[in-house]
């Protein structure tokens, strides 16, 4: 079995006043204070399919989220989704303690933002 790498990142929030840029058709959202099970689930597939390259795991959904409602530290307003259309394209699960426990990126998005970048330097193909 191979090693995983993990980072430690670290940000000073004092000052922080620039908001964030969402690229276009993108909105971003909380799962709220009465959390839509189709938001969740949606959630938790952006995390599963982010982790299916390797780097970790998701339970199934059910574990997942009774897990998860069930933390001592859990807000679902701190459980952020970006929304493209009627998608769910990223996550980031946070805990009141201020860490970002999960942030995930679906595959299907990373690879559009690549080809996006790729065409607006003024590529017509990529390789």
Do not use: Y
């Not at 000052?15 to 938790?44: F, N, S, Y």
């Not at 201020?98 to 065409?119: E, I, Q, S, T």
């Amino acid at each position: 079995m191979g090693q995983s790498e993990v980072l430690r990142m670290r940000r000073d929030l004092s000052g922080m006043t620039e908001a964030p840029r969402w690229p276009d058709g993108v909105v971003p959202a909380t799962l709220g204070p009465r959390p839509d099970k189709k938001w969740v689930q949606a959630a938790h597939g952006v995390l599963a399919a982010g982790f299916s390259e390797g780097g970790g795991g998701a339970p199934i959904f059910r574990q997942w989220w009774q897990a998860l409602r069930r933390g001592e530290e859990f807000d679902p307003a701190l459980v952020f989704i970006a929304v493209e259309g009627a998608d769910v394209i990223g996550m980031a699960h946070c805990w009141t303690s201020a860490f970002l426990k999960d942030l995930a990126v679906h595959p299907r998005a990373r690879v559009l933002a690549a080809f996006n970048a790729f065409a607006a330097r003024g590529a017509s193909i990529s390789r």
